[in-house]
Structure formats: C-alpha cells, structure tokens
C-alpha cells in the first residue's frame, strides 16, 4: 500500500503497519492457531481474542487510549461495522482524515499510538 510508505512516522511504525494490514502481526490468537501457547486471549484485558482487531482498537485498555485522545467517537464508529481489523487500519490509511485539534492525520496516530 503506497500510502502507508508516504506517511510521516518513523520507518519501524510503517513496518508495524506493514504487518497489521498484511496479518503478520504475531497476536496470541494466531500463535495459538499455530498450536503455540495455549490460549488466544488477550492478556491485557482478558475479555476478548488477541486479533489485530483487538489488540489496535477494540481492547479495554485501547479504547480508554482513544477515549482519552478524543477519538474514543471516531474509532467506536470505525470498528462498529464487522470488519477486520486490517480492514479498518487500511480504510484509516485511504481516507487520509487530519486531526484538526492536533494537526495530524489519523493514519498517523493510530499507527504511532
């Protein structure tokens, strides 16, 4: 994805993005697919399947960072259609939405954070 290579954030933030869209991040869901671990809950919040998904917008704990960082709205209406979660970052990345309040795009907090 050509966009993501053009986002101002570091090179090893485009990495991780790189593999969230691709599903090669290591999550304990498709470790334990794998037969690694015996579980694929998350460990953090223990109240879901650790997916990409989860793990970026709809952990406990990551919903209390967007909340916190006034996009608690934005993500909640992102993630509310059943979707992937490399689906929703890839759709963040195309729409190319600024932050007007931070004068950033969402690409790039949602990445960063």
């Not at 993005?17 to 015996?38: P, T, V």
């Not at 259609?81 to 990345?93: A, F, P, Y």
């Not at 195309?94 to 007007?100: R, S, T």
Request: hydrophobic share 40%.
């Amino acid at each position: 994805m050509e966009r993501l290579w053009r986002l101002k954030i570091p090179s090893k933030i485009k990495i991780f993005g790189w593999r969230a869209l691709k599903g090669f991040l290591l999550c304990k869901m498709i470790l334990a697919n794998r037969h690694i671990g015996e579980s694929g809950d998350c460990p953090v919040c223990q109240q879901g399947v650790e997916d990409v998904k989860h793990l970026i917008f709809t952990c406990d704990r990551m919903k209390a960072v967007w909340r916190s960082m006034g996009l608690g709205g934005k993500i909640q209406q992102l993630t509310d259609i059943d979707r992937s979660g490399s689906s929703i970052l890839e759709e963040i990345i195309i729409n190319e939405d600024q932050i007007q309040a931070m004068q950033v795009g969402l690409a790039e907090l949602v990445l960063t954070t």
